[in-house]
């Protein structure tokens, strides 16, 4: 069954509350974008800081910090308790948000995983190659692994300010790479620039780690349990001589990621109601712990800690580590300096060498089976981007080097990101000056796109709305009691006003546990249909959600011209039930748990429903079909 109405009701309202709209997405990347900023404002600040008064500067990063308990304890400077401390949550952060990608993102897929982790060694041999020919013969050579990490913070905000309107399959790329980075510079931390090694301490941290995935499989879900584990790790591995900031990646990376599954959030619901009924403490402590269960520890500890990260412990980190006493004779010195030298050339040559020519080479010696999920154009900036090491380069500088050689890895890391900031710049807007074919294809490439609708669009059952041939189609799973999809309802016409090769599709998932007049209306939807007006009856359920009683909707039917015995026939033998249980049904295959959820072109969309975002999707999604034409 397809249904599409030539003229429908003007597309006239606006969206302010849908550009206001918060969601976990928007707000990732705009903090994202700010971290940034303040990564930035700490480093200036502590520029002008040590350029005007270096005693105060050292003096506070050097002031000691001890924590005892009993007749042991752990006794560092300011500067050591960021780096080794603050950090740790940091990295525990990027360890999230890797698993995130591996479990639900773009990598879950796990042959697009090979060509991304051999981009991101390249990009770390080349530069260190390029850094041990600098210094080669001299004892600065030890300081390679200055010249190997990517600064995720840092690059991934600059990507957000200059890369592509298409951010999501590069996104995926960049972070695959930088993860790469981290846990492989952590490692040579480790191996490398950690002092001598206590065997024991460093069993005992192994032996933890090992405990850590045991009290995992056995399905143990308190936070305190793994942040005891945690600490206990850090410590252990800090009294081993292992820089202990290793224990946050790994904790990130063993933390799932799952979309909240639908019976989950029915037991939620249930257990509230409950609450609601009887306020008593048991029952407030039961329904807190379903709501928390129904939703994955890795998105729950992302929310809870990347603004942490992001506005507090990196900028700390920049402002502790990235003071830089400058002045003529310094800087003339510095920059013939093999070190300088070194580090900004590695950076700022050899990580887009490294990344761009290590994803060429294994897509030709692959004959295309693996490939980069972006365009050329896209691997390039990338690469480029990538030349902005800052957060981990600082964290080894400090220990490779002292005194002056340190103030030249500073310098040369500090010069490396603004240059290769610069350098981003230059290639996302020399694309952006690329003939529009060839600019899409640059861009997005050629990669087949990851399909999460495992129902694909039907014709012959699907309610459909907007040209049949469109090269984009919308789908929605709805529920017409549910007030988001009320309001997701005008920015859907604007959408089709706007794009006129849009088609737009209706699926129902009535969520009965807290939409008790929902199935109703999806039955008088479907009546509505039987006789060809699904669509006018769509439209006035949306339009009156607060008005779903059986008199409300036989009314509606009479309003638009329908047969209305034939129409209360249909709602009392529940003739829409077979086409409802099947979107349900399909819903729950796709892992589809709320409502309103989108699917633009089998992709799923995550994040705000905006006219302004599900427009620059639309763009995207037409753009990718045109490319495989």
């Not at 300011?78 to 479990?103: C, K, P, Q, Y």
């Not at 693996?370 to 090491?389: C, D, E, K, N, S």
């Not at 006129?500 to 479907?526: M, Q």
Request: glycine share 10%; hydrophobic share 50%; net charge negative.
């Amino acid at each position: 069954m397809a249904e599409s109405r030539a003229a429908g009701r003007a597309f006239s309202e606006r969206t302010a509350w849908a550009r206001s709209l918060e969601t976990p997405l928007r707000g990732f990347l705009r903090t994202e974008i700010g971290s940034a900023a303040f990564l930035l404002a700490a480093t200036l600040v502590a520029l002008v800081w040590v350029n005007v008064d270096s005693a105060s500067y050292e003096n506070l990063w050097r002031t000691q910090l001890s924590i005892h308990v009993g007749g042991s304890g752990v006794a560092l400077d300011l500067r050591h308790w960021v780096n080794s401390g603050l950090m740790t949550f940091f990295f525990f952060v990027i360890g999230l948000e890797a698993r995130r990608e591996f479990d639900m993102g773009e990598l879950r897929q796990r042959r697009r995983v090979a060509l991304p982790v051999l981009a991101g060694l390249g990009g770390m041999a080349v530069p260190v190659a390029i850094y041990l020919a600098a210094n080669a013969g001299r004892s600065s050579a030890h300081g390679w692994g200055v010249a190997m990490s990517t600064d995720t913070a840092f690059a991934l905000g600059m990507l957000a300010l200059v890369g592509p309107r298409f951010p999501d399959r590069l996104r995926a790329f960049m972070l695959t790479v930088v993860v790469v980075d981290d846990v492989l510079a952590l490692v040579v931390i480790a191996t490398v620039y950690s002092g001598h090694i206590a065997l024991m301490a460093l069993l005992i941290a192994v032996g933890i780690v090992a405990a850590i995935l045991v009290v995992r499989t056995a399905g143990v879900h308190y936070g305190l349990v793994y942040a005891a584990l945690g600490a206990t790790t850090w410590i252990a591995l800090f009294k081993s001589g292992v820089d202990p900031v290793v224990v946050g990646l790994v904790m990130g990376l063993l933390t799932y990621a799952y979309p909240a599954a639908r019976v989950d959030l029915e037991r939620a619901s249930d257990l509230f109601r409950l609450f609601r009924e009887q306020p008593t403490p048991e029952l407030e402590r039961t329904a807190r712990a379903g709501l928390r269960s129904a939703i994955s520890a890795n998105d729950r500890l992302q929310q809870l800690y990347h603004p942490w990260t992001s506005y507090v412990i990196v900028p700390l980190f920049a402002l502790a580590n990235a003071g830089i006493v400058i002045s003529g004779g310094f800087l003339s010195h510095a920059y013939t300096s093999p070190i300088t030298l070194g580090i900004l050339i590695g950076y700022v040559v050899g990580k887009p060498v490294g990344i761009t020519g290590t994803a060429w080479v294994v897509t030709r010696l692959s004959g295309g089976r693996l490939r980069p999920p972006v365009g050329w154009v896209a691997v390039a900036g990338a690469g480029a981007v990538a030349g902005i090491g800052f957060t981990i380069s600082l964290l080894i500088a400090t220990h490779a080097f002292g005194g002056v050689q340190l103030e030249e890895a500073k310098l040369g890391v500090l010069s490396a990101a603004l240059v290769a900031s610069l350098a981003t710049w230059l290639v996302f807007n020399a694309a952006a000056r690329l003939p529009k074919r060839l600019r899409l294809r640059g861009l997005l490439g050629t990669a087949e796109p990851i399909i999460d609708l495992e129902e694909p669009v039907d014709p012959e059952r699907d309610h459909i709305r907007g040209p049949a041939d469109a090269p984009v189609t919308v789908l929605e799973y709805g529920d017409f009691e549910c007030p988001f999809c009320g309001r997701a309802e005008p920015v859907m016409r604007e959408l089709l006003a706007d794009f006129g090769d849009v088609r737009y599709v209706w699926r129902h998932l009535p969520l009965t546990d807290v939409h008790p007049r929902a199935p109703a209306a999806a039955e008088a939807a479907e009546a509505a249909g039987a006789q060809g007006a699904f669509w006018e009856m769509h439209d006035l359920l949306l339009d009156h959600q607060d008005a779903l009683r059986a008199s409300d909707l036989i009314g509606y039917a009479e309003d638009i011209g329908l047969d209305v015995e034939r129409f209360e026939d249909d709602l009392r033998q529940g003739a829409g039930t077979a086409h409802i249980a099947e979107d349900v049904d399909s819903a729950d295959l796709s892992g589809v748990s709320g409502t309103p959820t989108f699917f633009i072109n089998g992709r799923r969309h995550h994040g705000a429903y905006d006219i302004a975002t599900l427009s620059a999707e639309v763009r995207a999604a037409r753009a990718r079909a045109a490319i495989a034409q």
